[in-house]
């Protein structure tokens, strides 16, 4: 898994794995953020934690072997290159109904606020797989989520990510028992 953030959608699949739900396993978590939250989250439960920039991500990942790339909150860009290796192997999952509220700069509480600026009364959760451009590949699932009238950036980001906890480790377990 590829991460730097505060971890809920890590820990949300990881449970799934340890709870049988989702068969799979979490061979490590790579991050370019020493201090975020999933890193704390896999070192509290055994999982290998590996530091990452540019110039070592795919020798990390060629190593690693894995059959599917997770990303979760991570912010960065990848390189080209790694679409040799991993094309159609790499997912994310962005906080809005793609190709809506997408691109570069749309993630995180921006994403919500530019959809309630947009006044639109749907928004949702995208999984898709990663190409090198952002938010530009193919959608594998999505799933809607209502906004409401009142809302703020804060209200519509935790019912937006409870979709995201329930929706990404069923397109995970999905994907994997295509492998």
């Given at each position: 898994m590829l991460s730097a953030g505060r971890g809920s959608n890590f820990l949300n699949i990881i449970n799934r794995i340890a709870d049988g739900s989702l068969p799979a396993e979490c061979c490590s978590l790579l991050s370019y953020n020493e201090n975020?939250?999933?890193?704390e989250i896999a070192k509290q439960n055994f999982i290998p934690t590996r530091l990452i920039s540019d110039t070592n991500l795919i020798p990390?990942?060629?190593?690693d072997a894995p059959d599917l790339i997770v990303m979760s909150g991570y912010m960065r860009k990848l390189?080209?290159?790694?679409?040799?290796?991993?094309e159609n192997k790499i997912i994310n999952i962005h906080p809005s109904l793609l190709p809506s509220f997408g691109g570069k700069g749309c993630f995180g509480i921006h994403t919500h606020e530019k959809v309630l600026a947009a006044g639109v009364k749907i928004t949702g959760v995208t999984v898709h797989y990663v190409t090198k451009d952002y938010?530009?590949?193919?959608?594998?699932?999505?799933?809607?989520?209502?906004?409401?009238?009142?809302?703020?950036?804060?209200?519509?980001?935790?019912?937006?990510?409870?979709?995201?906890?329930?929706?990404?480790?069923?397109v995970i377990r999905d994907l994997l028992n295509l492998f």
């Open positions: 975020c939250g999933a890193m990390t990942l060629l190593q390189p080209e290159e790694i679409f040799v290796y991993f938010d530009a590949g193919k959608i594998i699932a999505q799933s809607a989520v209502p906004v409401f009238d009142g809302d703020t950036p804060h209200s519509l980001a935790d019912r937006v990510l409870q979709e995201e906890h329930a929706l990404y480790w069923k």
